[in-house]
């Protein structure tokens, strides 16, 4: 244990300035993944983009800060977690600014990848800073939760926020909300945390780290080019080929390298494992879902950016004020099975809106709600199954896979909703005046989009529910109250 853990705070209240600045990382991490895609309509109508430049627009955030989590992941643990997360501040700061020079839709990417950038160089530090500012678990736990409620009020308030703004403002300004975030979070962090003592000098694998994030990306630009090229063109598939090469010489490479930027044995332990499973689906149906649903209220029935806000609202009730339930119930069920349960009614949320959100709202607004219930459930036990199962020296690298499979499967969820509506949409979808023929046709790529996101979310929940199956068994067994 250092001296700073031994002299540590001994309440939240006594280290309010840091977790202001800490809570301030999770607020623009949530905030930017779902303020900006209720403009999306907007956007696309003032920069002129195409279907697939408006995916990007929401994409590129996620696939850079998935892409790069890991990376400066290692780099915090050596050269010093609050200094990567002040430089990474600043460069947010200064993105977000940049919005304001921004004329066209690549512009606009290229400003949105710089974000990812600087998500990318915070957020892996800011779970360690936060369990390194207290000695004790209970004040650990605690100041976790406080952190990471902000961060679901950012989720939640994101798509309404972004609608009322832009009844009064321009789409430009929901970009500019993240200036003050950054230097509340940089003050924060700059005095209220203090430099880092236990940093290490093993030789980074920064070969593993390139490798690693060309397989994230290029797995995510391939549906592009499938549709852009036409499953006729050979670009698509030398795409396809050249992402399973890397990816395997990232496999390779993490097998061989004497301190690999991910150990895959660590990876192979149970909690681990079901873990990012069950927070990879929860980031796939939150991603993909928010994205089909803010384009049928807006683009398909015709709602106005305020309404479509209004629409999301079951969600935001759910996530804002469902932590005291969340809670008690965590306690009630335990973490193995609060986790199972809460990644099986995410994919209930996902087949409801699937089978019938083009029935009207009440199934969309009950779709929100059950996949809204599903995250706030395994947000609460799936971080804490992955730091528990991982030794007590890889807990930093732990956080970044956790948050690395949620931004990875959200830019995912993203790119698989995007691509159906670009494969079975024809024409400009931000344009208005849609015929009867684009109306069925974008009706019908919800309904496939829906059904592709809760087969995937499936699958990662059944894969970790029978992952667990043996711990299940001897929890039973050792429990007389359940073996009776």
Same mark, same amino acid.
């Given at each position: 244990?250092?001296?700073?853990?031994?002299?540590?705070?001994?309440?939240?209240?006594?280290?309010?300035?840091?977790?202001?600045?800490?809570?301030?990382?999770?607020?623009?991490? !949530?905030?930017?993944?779902?303020?900006?895609?209720?403009?999306?309509?907007?956007?696309?109508?003032?920069?002129?983009?195409?279907?697939?430049?408006?995916?990007?627009? +929401?994409?590129?955030?996620?696939?850079?800060?998935?892409?790069?989590?890991?990376?400066?992941?290692?780099?915090?643990?050596?050269?010093?977690?609050?200094?990567? !997360?002040?430089?990474?501040?600043?460069?947010?700061?200064?993105?977000?600014?940049?919005?304001?020079?921004?004329?066209?839709?690549?512009?606009?990417?290229?400003?949105?990848?710089?974000?990812? &950038?600087?998500?990318?160089?915070?957020?892996?530090?800011?779970?360690?800073?936060?369990?390194?500012?207290?000695?004790?678990?209970?004040?650990?736990?605690?100041?976790?939760?406080?952190?990471?409620?902000?961060?679901?009020?950012?989720?939640?308030?994101?798509? %309404?926020?972004?609608?009322?703004?832009?009844?009064?403002?321009?789409?430009?300004?929901?970009?500019?909300?993240? &200036?003050?975030?950054?230097?509340?979070?940089?003050?924060?962090?700059?005095?209220?945390?203090?430099?880092?003592?236990?940093?290490?000098?093993?030789?980074?694998?920064?070969?593993?780290?390139?490798?690693?994030?060309?397989?994230?990306?290029?797995?995510?630009?391939?549906?592009?080019?499938?549709?852009?090229?036409?499953? $006729?063109?050979?670009? %698509?598939?030398?795409?396809?080929?050249?992402?399973?090469?890397?990816?395997?010489?990232?496999?390779?490479?993490?097998?061989?390298?004497?301190?690999?930027?991910?150990?895959?044995?660590?990876?192979?332990?149970?909690?681990?494992?079901?873990?990012?499973?069950?927070?990879?689906?929860?980031?796939?149906?939150?991603?993909?879902?928010?994205?089909?649903?803010?384009?049928?209220?807006?683009?398909?029935?015709?709602? +106005?950016?305020?309404?479509?806000?209004?629409?999301?609202?079951?969600?935001?009730?759910?996530?804002?004020?469902?932590?005291?339930?969340?809670?008690?119930? &965590?306690?009630?069920?335990?973490?193995?099975?609060?986790?199972?349960?809460?990644?099986?009614?995410?994919?209930?949320?996902?087949?409801?809106?699937?089978?019938?959100?083009?029935?009207?709202?009440?199934?969309?607004?009950?779709?929100?709600?059950?996949?809204?219930?599903?995250?706030?459930?395994?947000?609460?036990?799936?971080?804490?199954?992955?730091?528990?199962?991982?030794?007590?020296?890889?807990?930093?690298?732990?956080?970044?896979?956790?948050?690395?499979?949620?931004?990875?499967?959200?830019?995912?969820?993203?790119?698989?909703?995007?691509?159906?509506?670009?494969?079975?949409?024809?024409?400009?979808?931000?344009?208005?005046?849609?015929?009867?023929? $684009?109306?069925? $046709?974008?009706?019908?790529?919800?309904?496939?989009?829906?059904?592709?996101?809760?087969?995937?979310?499936?699958?990662?929940?059944?894969?970790?529910?029978?992952?667990?199956?043996?711990?299940?068994?001897?929890?039973?067994?050792?429990?007389?109250?359940?073996?009776?």
């Amino acid at each position: 244990m250092t001296t700073s853990q031994l002299t540590g705070p001994r309440s939240l209240r006594e280290a309010w300035v840091a977790l202001a600045g800490l809570s301030a990382v999770f607020l623009f991490e !949530m905030l930017d993944n779902s303020i900006l895609n209720v403009a999306l309509p907007t956007i696309g109508r003032d920069l002129q983009a195409s279907t697939t430049a408006l995916q990007w627009v +929401s994409n590129s955030y996620a696939v850079v800060f998935g892409g790069l989590m890991l990376v400066f992941g290692a780099v915090a643990d050596r050269f010093g977690r609050r200094r990567v !997360m002040l430089v990474g501040l600043a460069l947010l700061g200064l993105a977000s600014l940049a919005t304001v020079f921004v004329t066209s839709v690549g512009e606009l990417i290229a400003v949105r990848s710089l974000m990812g &950038v600087a998500a990318a160089m915070t957020t892996p530090g800011s779970i360690a800073l936060a369990f390194r500012l207290f000695s004790g678990d209970d004040l650990r736990v605690r100041a976790m939760t406080f952190i990471s409620t902000v961060g679901l009020v950012g989720l939640a308030i994101g798509p %309404p926020l972004g609608g009322f703004v832009l009844t009064v403002a321009p789409w430009q300004v929901l970009l500019l909300i993240n &200036v003050p975030i950054s230097v509340l979070a940089f003050v924060g962090i700059a005095r209220g945390i203090g430099a880092d003592t236990d940093l290490h000098r093993d030789p980074a694998d920064f070969l593993g780290g390139v490798l690693g994030t060309a397989t994230i990306v290029l797995a995510l630009v391939v549906p592009t080019f499938f549709v852009e090229q036409g499953a $006729q063109s050979w670009l %698509p598939w030398a795409a396809t080929a050249l992402t399973v090469v890397i990816g395997v010489l990232f496999v390779v490479r993490a097998r061989s390298a004497s301190h690999p930027l991910l150990d895959l044995k660590l990876l192979a332990r149970p909690l681990v494992a079901t873990g990012l499973a069950y927070k990879a689906a929860t980031g796939l149906a939150a991603a993909g879902l928010t994205y089909l649903v803010t384009l049928q209220l807006q683009l398909d029935w015709q709602w +106005s950016p305020a309404l479509a806000a209004a629409g999301m609202l079951p969600q935001v009730v759910v996530l804002i004020a469902g932590g005291p339930f969340v809670n008690r119930f &965590v306690r009630w069920a335990g973490l193995d099975r609060a986790a199972w349960l809460g990644g099986a009614v995410t994919v209930a949320g996902l087949a409801v809106y699937a089978l019938f959100g083009r029935l009207g709202y009440l199934p969309v607004a009950l779709a929100l709600v059950l996949v809204a219930i599903g995250i706030r459930v395994v947000g609460a036990v799936a971080g804490v199954n992955v730091l528990k199962g991982l030794p007590e020296n890889r807990t930093s690298i732990g956080a970044a896979l956790v948050d690395t499979a949620s931004q990875v499967t959200s830019a995912a969820g993203v790119a698989v909703s995007g691509t159906v509506l670009a494969l079975m949409f024809t024409g400009g979808i931000a344009q208005p005046n849609w015929t009867a023929h $684009q109306a069925a $046709q974008f009706e019908n790529a919800v309904t496939v989009g829906g059904l592709l996101l809760t087969f995937v979310a499936t699958a990662l929940v059944g894969w970790a529910y029978l992952k667990t199956a043996p711990r299940r068994a001897r929890t039973r067994t050792s429990d007389p109250h359940l073996a009776s």
